[in-house]
């Protein structure tokens, strides 16, 4: 998540929990767990400047929510206000 929040696609397996929203999202590219798949995707990504765009958009606003300050924010001003 920490990659995400800095606009940054992810290559990751089928491993995630929330996978299908990530597919959904075009926020990176899903792979088999081996080199070859992963290499793939890393090929695909930097000779695809609109792909890579694409998703390091997208990525932003996937993780938009996951962000500390708008996790935090809410939580903290209801504390506050008190």
Do not use: H, W
């Amino acid at each position: 998540k920490d990659y995400m929040l800095m606009g940054m696609p992810v290559i990751t397996t089928e491993a995630i929990s929330y996978r299908k929203k990530f597919i959904e999202g075009k926020c990176g590219i899903i792979v088999q767990y081996n080199v070859a798949s992963v290499v793939n995707a890393v090929v695909k990504l930097l000779t695809n400047k609109k792909l890579l765009k694409e998703y390091r958009e997208n990525v932003l606003k996937f993780i938009l929510p996951f962000d500390c300050s708008n996790i935090l924010k809410p939580n903290i001003e209801r504390v506050l206000s008190k």
